[in-house]
C-alpha cells in the first residue's frame, strides 16, 4: 500500500524548533519529488515546501523562508521538516505530500497529518 | 506571487444536483491546476489534475475544464459523499498557491 506517515509534531513554545519526519512506503520514494502543505485550524491549504527527488531544487513559502528547512533521505525513504524559530501563526496541521510521477505535478498521496502547536 | 480565487465560498445544493465551482489565477498558470476534495479531519484528495484529467478512481461525475486563468470544477450529480470543502490549486510556479476553498453543504 502507497502510504505517507507524519510524526514529530507537538506543543512547542514560540521561538522553539521541531522536526517533522514523513515515512515513505509503497512506493519507489527516491524517485519522486515531495511537498509540505500545512492547514491552520479551521482555514485553508497552505503549502509550505518542494523539494525535487534528489534534493537538487528546493523551494519555500515566504511565510517559512529562512525559518524552516526541508530535507530528505532516500536510503530511509523519509522527508523531513525542520522548524525553528517558531511563531503562533505556524499552528497547524502539517501534511507530507507527494508529487505526480512526471515534472511537477498536483499531489496524489497525502499522509493524515501531524499538529503542531506554538504556544506558550 | 499567483493567487487564486474560488467563488462561491460556500454552495448549498441537494442530492441529484449539479455543482459547478469556479477558480481563478490572477496570471495565466496554462494549465497546471489541480482540484481536491477534502472532508473535515482529512486530508486532502485530488480528483483533477493539469486542469481536466480525471485522477484514478475519482467519479466520472467529477470534471474539470479551462485554461489560462479561468477554470472550473463540476460535479455533475451531486452523491451525498461529495459534500466537503474543494480546493483548487496551481502548480504552475513557485510558490505553489490554494485557493481558498469552497464548501458544499447539504440544502
Known amino acids: 500500500e502507497v502510504q505517507l506517515v507524519e510524526s514529530g509534531g507537538g506543543l512547542v513554545q514560540p521561538g522553539g524548533t521541531l522536526r517533522l519526519s514523513c515515512a515513505a512506503s509503497?512506493?519507489?520514494?527516491?524517485?519522486?519529488?515531495m511537498n509540505w502543505v500545512r492547514q491552520a485550524p479551521g482555514k485553508g491549504l497552505e503549502w509550505v515546501s518542494f523539494?525535487?527527488?534528489?534534493?537538487?531544487?528546493?523551494y519555500y513559502a515566504d511565510s517559512v523562508k529562512g525559518r524552516f528547512t526541508i530535507s530528505r533521505d532516500n536510503a530511509k525513504n523519509s522527508l523531513y521538516l525542520q522548524m525553528n524559530s517558531l511563531r503562533a501563526e505556524d499552528t497547524a496541521v502539517y501534511y507530507c505530500?507527494?508529487?505526480?510521477?512526471w515534472g511537477i505535478g498536483a499531489f496524489d498521496i497525502w499522509g493524515q497529518g501531524t499538529m503542531v502547536t506554538v504556544s506558550s | 506571487d499567483i493567487q487564486m480565487t474560488q467563488s462561491p465560498s460556500t454552495l448549498s445544493a441537494s442530492v441529484g444536483d449539479r455543482v459547478t465551482i469556479t477558480c481563478r489565477a490572477s496570471?495565466?498558470?496554462?494549465?497546471?491546476l489541480a482540484w481536491y476534495q477534502q472532508k473535515p479531519g482529512k486530508p486532502p484528495k485530488v480528483l483533477i489534475y493539469?486542469?481536466?484529467n480525471l485522477e484514478s478512481g475519482v467519479p466520472s461525475r467529477f470534471s474539470g475544464s479551462g485554461s489560462g486563468t479561468e477554470f472550473t470544477l463540476t460535479i455533475s450529480s451531486l452523491q451525498p459523499d461529495d459534500f466537503a470543502t474543494y480546493y483548487c490549486?496551481?502548480?504552475?510556479?513557485?510558490?505553489?498557491?490554494f485557493g481558498p476553498g469552497t464548501k458544499v453543504d447539504i440544502k
Open positions: 490549486q496551481q502548480y504552475n510556479s513557485f510558490p505553489f498557491t
Open positions: 496570471q495565466s498558470i496554462s494549465g497546471w
Open positions: 493539469k486542469a481536466s
Open positions: 509503497g512506493f519507489n520514494f527516491s524517485t519522486y519529488n
Open positions: 523539494i525535487s527527488f534528489s534534493s537538487s531544487s528546493l
Open positions: 505530500a507527494r508529487g505526480q510521477p
